[in-house]
Each structure stands twice: as structure tokens, then as C-alpha cells.
């Protein structure tokens, strides 16, 4: 049974979360905030976290900074704003998806199912390899000159979707509908945000993605 971490100062939305999320056979964890929520985080096998940004204390942008620095675990940010500013930073800062309130339970349990199938799934034809990047796609485990390095889940699938369409010029609304979904209704500047964090990851093979002036991105190899 997999462990889900809500740090929520809110009893009732707690316990909502936790009843439609028990039903689904996951084992709940609960913070009522940032403090609690990153010790029990240290304390426990997470494999996701469900993140208020909105919490007294310790609020849930600096909890993700926190986990962010030794862990990839998926996070969905919960939050009562609905700036467009406030989605792009929490996405900058590391968060794999986004849900404001008031939401519909079932359509947070589809998001948590959704990620956790994607972080845990098996690909067949496993490795892709270049001269300074390596990717394994049945463990998921990237390499730069042969170091592994962290990427979020949502950095990951990017990262591949760019690969998989090597050479192909993508806008951002085309890789926001391949790697968000189109049931994201977001701004397409969340796609910026991500490409800068994973060129930074990606260091010495950050030039592989090249941007495309007033088209979009794109995957290449100039070796």
C-alpha cells in the first residue's frame, strides 16, 4: 500500500482527502503543517505529496524547497489563489501538478493515479543514449557524462517527449498537450519555467535543447 503525505492545515479537507483516498487503497499520512509535514516526509516512504501552499508557519512553497533538494517524489500543490503567478512559481520551484480551491475530489484521485502510473510504469526499449546524456527509460534514471542526476516527474517526461520528437520544432502549446495533458488549462509559460529548470539539471548536455526563436523548443544533437 503506498504512502501519501497531505500537509493541510485544514481538519476538514484532510479528512475529505483522506476518506476518497483510503477507498482507493492508499495509505494516508497527515501534517497539519510545513514543520510536521517534513519530518514525517524524512520519516516515511512518500510517494506523493498532496501540498498547501497556504499554511501558518512554514508554508507549503518552502516544504517543497525542502524536499526538492534530496528528493524527486511527485508533489500536487493545493491552493484557495488561482494566479497564473502563483501556479508558475510553484511549478518553477519543482511541483509536478496544480489544484485550486474548491476542487472535486475525484478529479485530484485521478491526478494522484495519474502520476504515480507514470513515475512507477516500465517502458520497453530501455536505453537512449548520446554522447553526454543517457537515458533508461524502464528505471527512469537519467545520466549526464555517466552522473545520475534528479528530475521531478514532470522534468522527466519533458526531457523525453522532446527526445522521442528529436529534430522536430515544438511550440509550447504542442508540448504543453504532450507532457500537461489537455485537460491543463494553465499558461503555456509553464513550459519555459520547466525547460529552464531541466537545462540546469542537465548541465554539460543542456545545449541538446535548443530554443527556437519564436517557434517553441526543440531536441538536437550537434555532435
Known amino acids: 500500500m503506498e504512502n501519501i503525505l497531505i500537509v493541510e492545515d485544514e481538519h476538514r479537507i484532510r479528512a475529505l482527502l483522506k476518506d476518497y483516498l483510503v477507498i482507493e487503497q492508499f495509505n494516508i499520512i ?14 516515511n516512504d512518500i510517494k506523493l ?15 517543497m524547497e525542502e524536499i ?47 502520476l504515480l502510473k507514470r513515475t512507477s510504469s516500465s517502458t520497453k526499449g530501455t536505453i537512449i ?33 522532446l527526445i522521442e520528437n528529436e529534430k522536430i520544432v515544438l511550440s509550447r502549446d504542442t508540448i504543453l498537450d504532450g507532457v500537461w495533458g489537455y485537460d491543463y488549462f494553465g499558461d503555456n509559460r509553464v513550459v519555459d519555467t520547466t525547460v529552464k529548470r531541466l537545462r540546469e539539471k542537465l548541465a ?14 526543440k531536441f538536437e544533437v550537434k555532435e
Do not use: C, W
Open 30 to 43: 497527515e501534517a497539519s503543517n510545513g514543520n510536521e509535514g517534513l519530518h514525517l516526509f524524512k520519516q
Open 49 to 63: 505529496v498532496i501540498l498547501d501552499i497556504m499554511m501558518p508557519g512554514l508554508n507549503g512553497l518552502a516544504v
Open 68 to 114: 526538492r533538494k534530496t528528493s524527486s517524489v511527485p508533489i500536487i500543490l493545493l491552493t484557495a489563489k488561482s494566479q497564473e503567478e502563483d501556479k508558475l512559481l510553484g511549478y518553477e520551484l519543482g511541483a509536478d501538478d496544480y489544484i485550486t480551491k474548491p476542487f472535486s475530489p475525484k478529479v485530484l484521485v485521478a491526478k494522484i493515479k495519474a
Open 129 to 161: 543514449s548520446f554522447s553526454k546524456l543517457s537515458v533508461n527509460k524502464e528505471s527512469m534514471e537519467v545520466l549526464v557524462k555517466g552522473t545520475s542526476i534528479t528530475l521531478t516527474p514532470k522534468e522527466y517526461d519533458l526531457l523525453l517527449y
Open 204 to 217: 554539460d548536455a543542456s545545449d541538446y535543447i535548443v530554443t527556437v526563436r519564436g517557434s517553441g523548443y
